[in-house]
């Protein structure tokens, strides 16, 4: 892997060996550091709250080879976490890991991100991992995360509900990511809770559920019925699932491809779909149907799509693309 130092200015490395501790090194963290993993299995699931750096002077954790420094997790948890009690976290970058996920039930998987509604997580890079094992979700972000990257990640897990999840979230990029090889019975890619300002461009979209659930690859909005329990601010209490998401560029299998579920103002183009697209008003229980806002051919915009114009998938993240933990402008 690349040592991300065009992402911090003055690095101070610290080395991980392998049979050493990722979260007792993290003890020593400061903004500036980059963390390089040795080859090897770490046990045990990594807690990255309260974790800070600096806009432009990021906290780095890197696996020295592509893939060969594995996280395993435990039951009780998340391979990779951040706590919204703990305080969360900002300008942190995770690079090149094998993530395995290693529970049969709870809302645990493989990273599962969150900080406090008054100082949410933000401007964090997940970059060319793999997302692995049993779990929840592969990935999780959600009570208000924004300047997200996730980026060139491999998702072969089996999920009991989405690939990638994301509750919440804004100005945010999913990039070159592929889960043709993962099972997961909702969806590879949920974007849901008012969740706004997002590009999704580059990814190979694939999974097949392990269920009779026909999964939907894309859900720009979602369904639930416990939001009044995330005890969202207004900014974060709205009618609509997902808003202002561009889907573009991207490879996206069946059986449904896409469904705007409350997803409004959004676009979907330049994409291959092997499925079907929906629309729907998505599902929240504090919303009137007359109060929604629905996804639906006059509010969304969907166009030309006769196939990505660039190559798509992890293999092909552009090594040009810098992808460090910062504002996304978005």
């Not at 200015?9 to 020593?28: D, E, F, W």
């Not at 770490?42 to 974790?51: P, Q, R």
């Not at 039951?75 to 919204?84: G, K, P, T, V, W």
Request: proline fraction near 5%; charged fraction near 15%.
């Amino acid at each position: 892997m690349d040592d991300t130092g065009p992402c911090v200015k003055n690095p101070r490395y610290i080395a991980v060996s392998a049979g050493q501790s990722i979260q007792a090194a993290l003890g020593q963290a400061r903004p500036g550091t980059v963390f390089k993993v040795a080859p090897g299995t770490y046990d045990g699931c990594i807690d990255l709250s309260g974790l800070h750096g600096d806009d432009g002077n990021p906290i780095i954790l890197i696996s020295e080879t592509t893939h060969a420094a594995r996280i395993v997790g435990d039951s009780s948890c998340a391979a990779i976490f951040s706590l919204i009690s703990k305080g969360g976290m900002s300008n942190v970058g995770v690079y090149g890991f094998t993530i395995v996920a290693n529970t049969s039930s709870g809302d645990f998987g493989g990273v599962k991100i969150a900080g406090p509604w008054r100082d949410p997580v933000h401007n964090v890079a997940f970059v060319g991992n793999e997302v692995t094992g049993t779990g929840q979700d592969g990935m999780k972000f959600f009570n208000g995360a924004n300047n997200i990257i996730v980026a060139g990640n491999t998702n072969t897990g089996k999920w009991r509900q989405e690939a990638f999840d994301n509750v919440s979230i804004e100005k945010s990029i999913f990039a070159y990511n592929t889960t043709s090889a993962a099972i997961a019975n909702y969806t590879s890619l949920t974007l849901k809770g008012a969740s706004r300002d997002i590009e999704v461009v580059g990814n190979d979209f694939g999974v097949v559920s392990a269920t009779s659930f026909r999964p939907t690859q894309i859900l720009v909005g979602g369904y639930g019925k416990k939001f009044a329990a995330l005890k969202q601010p207004d900014y974060w209490a709205q009618p609509f699932q997902a808003r202002n998401v561009h889907v573009h560029d991207n490879k996206i299998g069946g059986p449904n491809s896409v469904g705007f579920a409350g997803g409004i103002d959004s676009v979907l183009e330049n994409n291959s779909l092997a499925g079907k697209i929906g629309f729907s008003c998505g599902a929240d229980d504090r919303f009137t149907r007359e109060q929604k806002l629905c996804g639906g051919p006059t509010t969304d915009i969907v166009r030309n799509n006769d196939g990505p114009t660039i190559p798509v998938g992890a293999e092909n993240l552009p090594t040009t693309l810098r992808v460090c933990p910062r504002p996304t402008g978005l």
